[in-house]
Every structure is written in C-alpha cells, then in structure tokens.
C-alpha cells in the first residue's frame, strides 16, 4: 500500500484507537509507526541508507526523508549514508563535521511482507509501551494490599486481574490449600514489582509476614495514625501466627486495641487468613522479657541470654515444656523468628544436670592439671573458675578468699597452672610449624599459639592467608536460610574472639600487608563516628 492523502487521516485515528485501548499516549503510538514507515523504506531504498520518517501529529502526512552524516575522511565507512567535507560540498556550502544533510524521497508502496513488519514494530512498540504503564504504575505499590479478580488458574499459580494488567500469585504463596475460581475476587498484598524480559511482573503474596501487618493496619485505627505500632511478625501461614505490638501512648492498650471488642478487629483478619490463630504479644526493649511474652501461653523459669551469639537458653518446668515447644515445635520456631534469636529450651532437670556436667569436666580439668585433690578443684569451681587461665593470671586476691588458701598456695596454684599452659603453647606451636605455619603468622601479635594452631589445621598458613579470612570464618556467625537460623562454625570460636576483634586482627594483618591504607580507615572511621551523631541528633 502508499501512503496517500486517502489515508493519511488514518493512521491518526489508527494510533488515537490504539492509544485509547491500550490506555498510553498517543505520540508514543505515531512513534511506533514512524519507525515501521521507515523500515519499510529501508527494505526499499536499501539497508544502509539512514531513512527517516515523520508523520505530521495535525494532517497524518508522513514525510520520508534520507540522511546523510559528513564525517572526516578517514572514518567514512557507510557510503549510504555518511560523507566526506569534499563530498558534501556538492549539496551543501561551507559543511562541516557532524553536519547532517536532510533530504525528502518518495513514501514507499509497501508490500505485503513491509506491511507485516511494519505491523509486528507496531504492535511490540505498543506493547513495551504498555508495559511502561503498567511498571510506573505499580513500582510504588508494592508493600501494599490491592484487591483483584481471578482470571485463571496455572500449575497452581493464579493469575490475577488487578486493573491495569495482570499478577501473579505463586503456588507458594497461597495460605494452605486454597484454590480459587475465575472471578473469584480476592485480596492479596504486592511483594515485588520488578521489569522483566517479557515486562514488568507484579508478585503477590498471601504467606508473607507483611500482609498480615498492613491487614491490622486495615482494621485498627490507632496502628494507622502511628499510635501502636507493629514491631515483629512471625507467621506459620494457614495455621499460627505471633505479632508483637507496642503503643505509643501509655493510655492506649496495644494488645486490647489490635484484638478489639469482643475480639471483632483480630477475628476479620483471622477470618482473611482462613482461620490462622494469632497470639498478639506486647513489645519489649529488653530481650529476655519479649521473649518470656513470645513464649505464651508457656510459663518461663528463668531466660540466659548470648548476646554476642543471639542465642537465648529457656527453662521451664517439666510440666511446660511440651507448651512451650508446640505442635511440631511451632511455638518456639515463631518465638524465635519473632525475636530474631536461636532458642533453646530445656526443662529444669535438664539444666541441672547440664550444670552439674560442667562442674564435673571443670573439676576434673583442674585435678588433671595442677594435680589437686578432688575438693580442692571443687572449691575452685564454685568459685566461678573455669579454665587455667584464669588461675594462672588472676590477681592473688581472689585465690586467698578460698577457704583453706594462703598466699604459699595462691602463689603455688598459679605457678603450676603457668607451667602447664607454658607447656600447651610450646606443643601447639611446634604442632603448627609441623604443619607448614610461617613465621609470619607466628609472629603476628593477637593470636595464642593454640588459635595459630587451629588456623593452621584449617589451612591457613600465612599472614597472607590470615588477611583473606572474613570476620565470621573465625569467629563464628549466624545465616538466616528460609526463615531459619543456620550456625556457621568459627575456626578461633573456641577461644570466645568476638566478630569485633576478628575484624580488627584481620584488618591489622591487612595494613600490616600493604593491602589498606591506615588513613582510608581513620577517614571511615569518621565517616561513621559523624552518621552516628546525625542518627543521634535526629532521634
């Protein structure tokens, strides 16, 4: 077909059409057809030849146009549509490099293979176009509820009409076994909304976390104004669920608030989650004591609390322990991801008799060693000593408060504990240079020769193999992997180095190697220490 004057008026209403199904603007559409038109010609006139084409946005006239680049002679490579100064002086005066030379050619008759192309530019423009549209108008909702319709169902994912377009509810993101018809409606929370080759994909969720959150947000008031406010939520999706709440306002109940009158508030979002139970726990800023609410409807004895480990010991009675682990052990797994710590829970028999194990291996460590009698290491232990190091180094005070100690013996049981601990470190360092250890790493001031010894048992046996450690292969760590809390194993964990001063020791090996800068640290160190006090001045 030619572009005529009998047409011309058609290709605006063509793209007005489009542009009004398709809910994009029109210009982007013309666009579209701009580029077909000119491809097209290019199929005509030859490939290489730069042909433009502008459709008039007033009377649809499409004028075709050729271009011609001048450039400088040396980088003349498409003749078709690039030429020299000397070669443009023929149509243009006084060109110069980087000008371009416009020419009007004849519109084209487009065949039936040009007139296929040109449609499938079209349509694909139109539909990244659409795609656009659809990304602009969902990116910033994600983290939201939206309601929509069930268009169908695939393997187990449900596609979704949610206005604009269409989204995805994954089969893993559906509460139990919950199957839906199309035009069902349905309420759903967006958790991502990301461009991807075949367009933007919204995904929607029914199991995360958040979705219960922004539902309570829904239902009570005073979560929306800010004046309760949701701190942490677990959930076992379709079956059980914990969040903590707190309330800003000493007159407002946070738990009596969320659960509401006659439980009203908490029984419509139980009733959007197909019945999943929920236990609404009060905020606590000290650990221990969240824990202990975490923990309902189980009675606590007594909570120890690793910080440095995010570790938390729970003892209750006999009679508890069962509550307190739950069906399948769910009610200490959302404990846990409500508070973010690993727990373990023993009885109180059981913690007596881990108790009582340690005072045995401490006691039997010092009758080995120091060569006691066993009511002397017993004495010992129940004075809180629990390793040599501390008998050989501590101050003589702290000995002689010992019944039956004076300062002979004081000054006896540290000699002997030196002596042993003397003869540990020459073993462990002999044991590590049989191993390959250099004396760069013997050497490096930090390290105890029974750490340098399980450094090297892990193959690391250079301050250069040092320096390339990170923190948490020395001193231990915790991984989150599917919710749950994984132990990653520390080679020096066993000599209690915190992940502070592993950093350190791995830092002071790296300047020591010329690999950092002592003064790109000082000036990170400031930067830190200056966003500190902007955090502090802002709170």
Same mark, same amino acid.
């Given at each position: ?22 809910? =994009? ?9 701009? &580029? ?91 539909? &990244? ?17 939206? %309601? ?57 969720? $029914? ?27 677990? #959930? ?108 373990? =829970?023993?009885? &109180? ?61 004081? %000054? &006896?049981?540290?000699? #002997?504990? #030196? ?65 749950? $809390? ?54």
């Amino acid at each position: 077909m030619a572009i005529t004057s009998a047409n011309q008026l058609e290709l605006l209403q063509t793209a007005e059409a489009v542009a009004r199904e398709k809910m =994009i603007d029109p210009g982007l559409v013309v666009e579209a057809m701009e &580029e077909s038109l000119a491809r097209a010609a290019k199929s005509r006139y030859g490939a290489e030849m730069d042909i433009r084409v502008s459709i008039d946005r007033k009377t649809g006239r499409a004028t075709f146009t050729r271009v011609r680049t001048v450039v400088e002679d040396e980088e003349l490579e498409n003749y078709q549509a690039e030429f020299t100064v000397e070669q443009a002086k023929q149509y243009m005066e006084n060109p110069e490099v980087g000008q371009e030379f416009i020419e009007e050619v004849p519109p084209v008759e487009m065949g039936r293979i040009a007139a296929q192309s040109a449609k499938q530019v079209i349509l694909q423009k139109v539909r &990244e176009a659409e795609r656009d549209r659809q990304f602009e108008e969902f990116k910033d909702r994600a983290g939201t509820i939206i %309601n929509g319709l069930v268009k169908r169902e695939e393997y187990g994912n449900v596609i979704v009409d949610v206005g604009a377009g269409e989204a995805i509810l994954r089969r893993n993101e559906k509460i139990g076994r919950e199957s839906y018809r199309p035009n069902d409606r349905i309420r759903v929370y967006i958790k991502d909304v990301r461009r991807e080759q075949r367009g933007p994909q919204i995904f929607l969720s $029914r199991t995360a976390p958040e979705f219960m959150a922004e539902l309570f947000k829904m239902e009570v008031p005073e979560i929306y104004d800010g004046i309760i406010e949701i701190k942490a939520v677990a #959930r076992d999706p379709g079956s059980r669920a914990k969040i903590a709440v707190i309330s800003y306002d000493g007159s407002i109940d946070p738990v009596g608030a969320c659960v509401g009158m006659r439980g009203s508030r908490v029984q419509a979002v139980v009733n959007e989650l197909q019945g999943e139970k929920i236990d609404i726990i009060p905020w606590n800023e000290d650990q221990p004591t969240f824990l202990v609410n975490a923990l309902q409807p189980a009675e606590v004895s007594k909570v120890v609390l690793d910080e440095e480990a995010g570790k938390i010991e729970v003892v209750v009675p006999e009679e508890q322990l069962s509550l307190a682990i739950g069906r399948r052990g769910q009610n200490v797994r959302l404990a846990s991801q409500l508070t973010g710590l690993d727990i373990d =829970i023993m009885t &109180e028999e059981q913690e007596s008799a881990r108790r009582q194990a340690e005072f045995e291996l401490r006691t039997k460590l010092f009758v080995d060693n120091l060569d006691l009698d066993e009511f002397f290491a017993q004495l010992l232990v129940s004075e809180g000593f629990s390793n040599l190091e501390e008998v050989a180094y501590v101050e003589l005070d702290e000995l002689l408060v010992i019944d039956g100690v004076d300062e002979d013996t004081a %000054n &006896e049981l540290q000699a #002997r504990a #030196r002596d042993v601990l003397e003869a540990q470190n020459k073993a462990a360092l002999e044991n590590a240079r049989s191993m390959g250890v250099e004396d760069s790493l013997v050497e490096f001031e930090g390290l105890t020769p029974q750490m340098i010894e399980a450094l090297a048992k892990d193959d690391v046996k250079t301050l250069e193999d040092f320096a390339t450690c990170a923190d948490w292969e020395l001193a231990g760590g915790w991984t989150t992997i599917d919710g749950e $809390r994984v132990k990653d194993d520390g080679v020096l964990e066993p000599f209690d180095v915190s992940l502070e001063e592993a950093q350190d020791l791995i830092m002071t090996a790296r300047v020591m190697l010329g690999w950092v800068d002592p003064a790109d640290l000082e000036a990170e160190a400031e930067e830190e220490l200056e966003a500190a006090d902007a955090e502090e001045a802002e709170a």
